[in-house]
């Protein structure tokens, strides 16, 4: 799957809500996610344990992707995978977590562009927005959309974010 993505620090959670009511975003859910992220000669992986607050279903999967390091609005390369997936592709891994990140996110979506408000613990407030760029959609149509909101949630952020949060 490929997105554009974009995060920077968010210096007013209230006035990204607003903005997120403002642009017709749709809040999607409450989510707790606990990333443990492992070393790989290629790219990010992360295995994700995630609980919905409101409906309480579980999910647990493993999310490899590959990202440059930068702070304006970049492609990203990325797919979910399992167990066996994992061990396909990382023969032999030495599965040991090299940095546990621990966050509560908020999940709106506008359009194909996903918008999450995250308190991470020990770090502080985040934005992130994902463009998801589907087998139909124009890479360039899904980059604007992500500028434009960039642009209009811009008075609610702070400094922009090149890496994961593993690097902060």
Request: hydrophobic fraction near 40%; aromatic fraction near 8%; glycine fraction near 6%.
């Amino acid at each position: 799957m490929k997105n554009i993505e974009f995060k920077a620090e968010l210096r007013n959670l209230e006035l990204a809500k607003a903005i997120c009511h403002a642009v017709c975003a749709k809040r999607i859910a409450a989510l707790l996610q606990t990333d443990e992220y492992v070393a790989v000669p290629e790219g990010r992986l992360k295995r994700r344990v995630e609980r919905n607050e409101e409906s309480g279903a579980v999910r647990d999967e493993w999310l490899w992707y590959d990202r440059p390091d930068r702070t304006n609005a970049r492609a990203s390369r990325w797919t979910r995978l399992d167990d066996a997936q994992v061990e396909v592709r990382f023969p032999g891994l030495d599965r040991k977590s090299t940095r546990v990140i621990v966050k509560r996110r908020e999940l709106w979506r506008a359009e194909n562009v996903r918008i999450h408000l995250d308190a991470v613990a020990g770090l502080g407030n985040y934005f992130e927005l994902e463009g998801i760029v589907g087998i139909s959609d124009d890479p360039a149509e899904t980059r604007l959309k992500v500028q434009t909101l960039i642009d209009q949630f811009r008075p609610a952020l702070g400094e922009p974010v090149s890496g994961s949060y593993a690097d902060l």
